[in-house]
């Protein structure tokens, strides 16, 4: 609901996705809040489709969580471009509250995980990004350089590494 259309702009310019999903996604962010306890979203179906999952299982409410915070910053950009300044800065106070509550209870977990790392870093959801990197890194040579995750995991995954000139890897 909040990718593709933001995905479409960014590649058109053209405003008129983000014009047409723009009332469903405000409905959308409602019922996200609805789903929140403290700014944690407590219902959805976390990381699936994992096969051969290596390391620690990640808690769903982190996975859940996180794509809440990542729908909210892309709501927050899309209502930046439309100039709906009232729903921005809303918003703005919802991501806010959702990112310290997700850092207070998910952001220094003990996971060997390669997906729990990743979304710290790819929706900036981390307190220190080099020692997330570090640790990431640390994991995916302890798990042989394979990829041991479903379908969240294989695509933040590589993004991670992408985006942080870890092609090498």
């Known amino acids: 609901l909040?990718?593709?259309?933001?995905?479409?702009?960014?590649?058109?310019?053209?405003k008129k996705y983000l014009e047409?999903?723009?009332?469903?996604?405000?409905?959308?962010i409602t019922y996200?809040?609805?789903l929140m306890e403290n700014g944690i979203c407590k219902i959805g179906l976390g990381e699936w489709c994992a096969l051969g999952i290596k390391g620690d299982p990640?808690?769903?409410e982190v996975v859940i969580t996180a794509f809440c915070y990542y729908n909210l910053k892309l709501y927050k950009d899309i209502c930046g471009v439309l100039t709906k300044k009232e729903e921005a800065k809303e918003t703005e106070k919802l991501l806010k509250f959702v990112k310290k509550a997700?850092?207070?209870?998910?952001g220094n977990l003990k996971l060997e995980n390669l997906l729990y790392h990743s979304l710290l870093i790819y929706f900036d959801l981390c307190t220190d990004k080099k020692a997330t990197l570090l640790e990431l890194k640390k994991i995916i040579e302890r798990m042989d350089y394979h990829i041991y995750g479903?379908?969240?995991?294989?695509?933040?995954l590589l993004?991670?590494?992408?985006d942080n000139n870890m092609n090498d890897i």
């Open 102 to 106: 997700f850092i207070k209870n998910y």
């Open 2 to 14: 909040f990718i593709i259309p933001w995905q479409l702009y960014m590649y058109s310019g053209d």
């Open 159 to 162: 993004n991670v590494l992408n």
């Open 150 to 156: 479903g379908v969240f995991c294989s695509k933040i």
């Open 20 to 28: 047409r999903y723009f009332g469903a996604m405000g409905k959308y």
């Open 58 to 60: 990640i808690p769903n």
């Open 32 to 34: 996200m809040k609805s």
